[in-house]
């Protein structure tokens, strides 16, 4: 009876809903929010209504227009009272768009429902919230193709599929409607700007659809693992393990072959971590019978886990032991994250931050642990040298360089072996002193003579 009841509340609501000026007046209130899908306007004053009421968390701009000028509105949620993380660090970044397809609404509603959960429970002073938007940023756009969305269609108003026009092998699958070129529509080309001036090098990108309840990893155009692939499937185990059951595939062989795809281009061109969420593809016109909150509790709770352990979707070397005796480094370093680095160096720099010299190359793979030796020959040792770790924060070509300074309390340095070649300024140093003591010896023969 009580589904009956909700069905007929949803239909007497289409008339109203079905018109933008009265949807403005009335809003969208939240028995009907849980039932009901967005239409751009409610959700451009659902934004509007959380910027305004959370400044101290919620920055709202808009990144650009759809073709037919509708705002495309980005949500910032953070603590910006605070700029970095307590110990000076940056913040880890995760990005978020819904509704690259318009009639895929439930996607949609997922990236609103992630919204929703981390301003709310900031206001309600949940600490599991606040401790993430303490250390994290959300960028999080949640209406796409707010034009297909409103005519309740998969393309944009140029009949273009938003999710085969993004430029990484672009029209090289058997793709309907890719567009005419990569980016050609303002929707995806607004997206890839924000992605390259704002959120270059996002911890996490995920990218959510409707269809088959299934979450896709890069690639799309071929079937084999991605060069992450022991960072894909620790977080598939994880998943299955304790949160869910949602299939977590490789996207060629989970779903079809696609090339264009806001996933592929996040991973392959940005070096993001990427995930298509793809939601189930039961609807009920323009609503749903049960609650979002309750039909999309389960994929809601898959998104708390990705966004709280953030910090693991990278390798993240750390130095416990490190000695130079001789011609010879060894350091012992572990990789604390979940992803691997394969072409690792040790710097050593000076204090103007000149490198002076640097190791071969090294690897350590993800949640492991590795003894490594390196040959340390013509390293030269000067005052306030610095030591620092270089590598990518994952395997994928297109991934961040960091450089992380190493623990000064671990370095130990071994000069006894004679094939240490100590500094110049030592050299120098030690020269003069023969020199000074050789003059001082001869002007003290000289005097005796006399």
Not at 27 to 54: K, M, S
Not at 285 to 296: A, I, K, N, Q
Not at 331 to 351: D, E, K, P, Q, R
Not at 428 to 445: E, Y
Request: charged content about 20%.
């Amino acid at each position: 009876m009580s589904r009956l009841i909700v069905a007929i509340v949803i239909a007497s609501l289409a008339v109203t809903s079905a018109s933008p000026m009265v949807t403005a007046q009335v809003g969208q209130p939240d028995i009907i929010q849980e039932h009901w899908y967005h239409t751009y306007t409610t959700l451009t004053l659902d934004v509007n209504e959380w910027a305004d009421n959370n400044p101290d968390i919620v920055k709202l701009l808009s990144v650009g227009q759809t073709e037919l000028g509708r705002n495309l509105w980005m949500l910032q949620i953070s603590d910006w009272s605070i700029e970095t993380k307590l110990d000076g660090s940056d913040k880890e970044v995760v990005y978020i768009d819904g509704g690259h397809h318009g009639n895929e609404h439930l996607g949609t509603e997922l990236a609103f429902l992630t919204a929703e959960y981390y301003i709310e429970g900031w206001a309600n002073g949940e600490q599991d919230v606040i401790e993430v938007l303490t250390t994290t940023e959300l960028h999080i756009l949640i209406m796409l193709n707010a034009d297909g969305n409103d005519f309740d269609t998969r393309w944009n108003v140029n009949q273009v599929d938003l999710n085969r026009n993004y430029d990484h092998y672009w029209n090289t699958c058997d793709s309907t409607q890719p567009g005419s070129s990569a980016f050609s529509e303002s929707e995806t080309l607004a997206n890839s700007i924000y992605m390259n001036d704002v959120v270059p090098h996002a911890d996490l990108y995920i990218t959510m659809h409707t269809g088959v309840w299934i979450m896709l990893y890069p690639w799309g155009k071929w079937p084999e693992q991605p060069s992450d692939w022991e960072m894909y499937h620790s977080i598939r185990d994880d998943v299955n393990s304790n949160i869910s059951e949602i299939p977590i595939r490789n996207a060629n062989q989970g779903l079809y072959p696609n090339c264009g795809t806001s996933r592929d281009y996040g991973y392959g061109v940005m070096g993001y971590p990427t995930f298509t969420f793809e939601t189930d593809d039961e609807q009920f016109l323009l609503g749903t019978v049960e609650s979002l909150s309750d039909r999309l509790g389960e994929e809601l709770d898959v998104m708390e886990y990705l966004i709280e352990n953030v910090w693991y979707w990278r390798a993240r070397l750390v130095i416990e032991d490190f000695e130079i005796r001789g011609n010879q480094l060894e350091a012992h370093v572990i990789n604390l994250g979940h992803a691997s680095t394969s072409n690792a160096t040790f710097h050593y720099t000076n204090s103007n931050g000149e490198l002076l010299w640097h190791s071969e190359t090294f690897g350590v793979n993800a949640t492991n642990e590795s003894m490594i030796v390196l040959d340390s020959t013509n390293l030269s040792l000067v005052d306030n040298g610095i030591w620092s770790i270089h590598y990518q924060k994952r395997v994928i070509d297109s991934s961040k360089w960091v450089d992380e300074l190493i623990d000064s309390s671990m370095i130990q340095i071994d000069s006894s072996s004679d094939s240490f070649l100590p500094a110049p300024s030592l050299l120098i140093q030690l020269m003069s002193l023969v020199s000074a003591a050789f003059v001082s010896r001869r002007k003290n023969t000289n005097n005796s003579e006399l």
